[in-house]
Every structure is written in structure tokens, then in C-alpha cells.
């Protein structure tokens, strides 16, 4: 069975850094790209890039680029997103999805930056 | 980036209506790699349609899409109470994918 699995809920405060993520099973976890979705509170969807674990090669949305590190580990079928300095604005649900037509999603993860 | 541009905002209407939602383009899709997704309160997004008109794995057949090159509908033939939540398009076409801002269909 597919499954992506995220990582659970986190709190943080302004400044901080966080890496969450997002491991796959029940496929071949090289050959599909991972593309993450932010969706801030009461609205919409928003893609933010993806990576293709096979060979590291990620895009990012000219939204996120430089506010957002997307990176994978093949060696435990594990993709990653990461900030090194988090914002308030960065309160949102994060979702991992498997390549643009399979429909499968992880759970979300739900991060909340607050003082 | 391709701006995918979703409307209307927000449709009301009554079970066992037709629903048609419509998203435009900035730029022509490449190979119609436009998908719809619906999503509910409180849960990740389903994939109902890929590559503009193919229906995912296990979704009723009164969901359709149709359209190309910039102009994309999905059209909900009968509507059914589960129905009334946001759809969103996205495309997948170019190197850097996006989606519109979604369409919300609620009971009128």
C-alpha cells in the first residue's frame, strides 16, 4: 500500500529553524517526484516545489525560492522542507504529495511559528 | 509561472444541480497536464481529474473535465451532498506547477 507519512505537529517562535518531513513506503521511492503544498489558514493551495529523489533534482516555486530548503534522503525514503529562520506567516499546514497524478498525500503537517 | 485563474469564487447551488467550474490559463498547459482536485474541511486534497480529463482511481462517474490549451471546466452532473466543498485546479505542465485559487460550491 502507498503511503506518505508526515511528521507530526510543531510549535516554534520567530527565528527559529524547523525541518519537517515526509516518508514514502509501498513504492519506489526514487522514481516519483515529492512536491510540497503550504495552506495558511482559511485559504488556498499553494505549491512550493518539489524534488525528484532519484537524483536531487528540486524546483521551487519563484514564491519559496530562497525561503525554503526542499531536500530528500533516498537511503529512507524521506523527503524534507526546512527553514533556517521561521516567520510568523510561515503558520500553516504543510502537505507532501507524490508526483502530480497519483493522489496520494500525507496527512499534513500542522506548524504554528508564534512569540 | 502559469497563473491558473479559477471561477467562480463561489458557486451556490442545490443538491442534484449541475455544477460547472472553469480555470484559465496564462500560458497554454503543455500536453493538457491540468488536474482537479476537491478538498473538505479538514482534510488533504483528493485528486479527482488528471491530464485534463482522465478521472482518478474511484471517482463517480458525474465528475468530468474537459478543455485544453488554456481553458479547463470541471463539470459535476448531478450534485450529491458531499459535493459542497472547494475544487481546485492545478497544472503540472510546466517545470514549476501551481494551482488556481479554487472555487467553493456550497449549498444555496
Known amino acids: 500500500e502507498v503511503q506518505l507519512v508526515q511528521s507530526g505537529a510543531e510549535v516554534r517562535k520567530p527565528g527559529e529553524s524547523l525541518k519537517i518531513s515526509c516518508k514514502g513506503s509501498?513504492?519506489?521511492?526514487?522514481?516519483?517526484?515529492i512536491a510540497w503544498v503550504r495552506q495558511m489558514p482559511g485559504k488556498g493551495l499553494e505549491w512550493m516545489g518539489i524534488?525528484?529523489?532519484?537524483?536531487?533534482?528540486?524546483r521551487y516555486s519563484l514564491s519559496f525560492q530562497g525561503q525554503v530548503t526542499i531536500s530528500a534522503d533516498k537511503s529512507i525514503s524521506t523527503a524534507y522542507l526546512q527553514w533556517s529562520s521561521l516567520k510568523a506567516s510561515d503558520t500553516a499546514m504543510y502537505y507532501c504529495?507524490?508526483?502530480?497524478?497519483?493522489?496520494?498525500w500525507g496527512q499534513g503537517t500542522r506548524v504554528t511559528v508564534s512569540s | 509561472e502559469i497563473v491558473l485563474t479559477q471561477s467562480p469564487g463561489t458557486l451556490s447551488l442545490s443538491p442534484g444541480e449541475r455544477a460547472t467550474l472553469s480555470c484559465r490559463a496564462s500560458?497554454?498547459?503543455?500536453?493538457?497536464?491540468l488536474a482537479w482536485y476537491q478538498q473538505r474541511p479538514g482534510q488533504a486534497p483528493r485528486l479527482l481529474i488528471y491530464?485534463?480529463?482522465s478521472r482518478a482511481t474511484g471517482i463517480p462517474d458525474r465528475f468530468s473535465g474537459s478543455g485544453s490549451g488554456t481553458d479547463f471546466t470541471l463539470t459535476i452532473s448531478r450534485l450529491e451532498p458531499e459535493d459542497f466543498a472547494v475544487y481546485y485546479c492545478?497544472?503540472?505542465?510546466?517545470?514549476?506547477?501551481?494551482f488556481g485559487q479554487g472555487t467553493k460550491v456550497e449549498i444555496k
Open positions: 509501498g513504492y519506489n521511492f526514487t522514481t516519483y517526484w
Open positions: 492545478q497544472q503540472y505542465g510546466s517545470s514549476r506547477w501551481t
Open positions: 491530464g485534463a480529463s
Open positions: 504529495a507524490l508526483g502530480a497524478t497519483t493522489g496520494y
Open positions: 524534488i525528484y529523489p532519484g537524483d536531487s533534482d528540486t
Open positions: 500560458q497554454s498547459v503543455s500536453s493538457n497536464y
